[in-house]
């Protein structure tokens, strides 16, 4: 019922910027807190940011400082902003509904979508 679609991603330079975007379908988008993971080959899925209903945000610190998430309940739509980015940010990013926890973390609903990859290389 409730599908995540997420676009943006592509090649970028060291220091470039990207901006993904999550666009949701089904459920009520504004009553949920949005996160955006991201996962490199060989590792774990990673939560990096959380955005909750009320707009509070809290970032992993591998991404703080450079990362910045936003929504817009409008649009139904959840952005992840990246600037700086580095060859370690290359994974498929990919988003998804939930509940936040302590500290930066989400009980996900699993509806995250196919993800979108972002490369960083030169």
């Known amino acids: 019922q409730v599908q995540l679609v997420e676009s943006g991603g592509g090649l970028v330079q060291p220091g470039g910027s990207l901006r993904l975007s999550c666009a949701a379908s089904?459920?009520?988008?504004?009553?949920?807190?949005m996160g955006w993971y991201r996962q490199a080959p060989g590792k774990e899925r990673e939560l990096v940011a959380v955005?909750?209903?009320?707009?509070?945000?809290k970032y992993a610190d591998s991404v703080k400082g450079r990362f910045t998430i936003s929504r817009d309940n409008a649009k139904n739509t959840a952005y992840l902003q990246m600037n700086s980015l580095k060859p370690g940010d290359t994974a498929v990013y990919y988003c998804?509904?939930?509940?936040?926890?302590?500290?930066?973390?989400?009980?996900?609903?699993?509806?995250w979508g196919q993800g979108t990859q972002v490369t960083v290389s030169s």
């Open positions: 955005i909750t209903s009320g707009g509070i945000t």
């Open positions: 998804d509904r939930g509940i936040p926890t302590d500290g930066v973390g989400m009980l996900g609903f699993g509806s």
């Open positions: 089904g459920g009520i988008f504004s009553l949920n807190a």
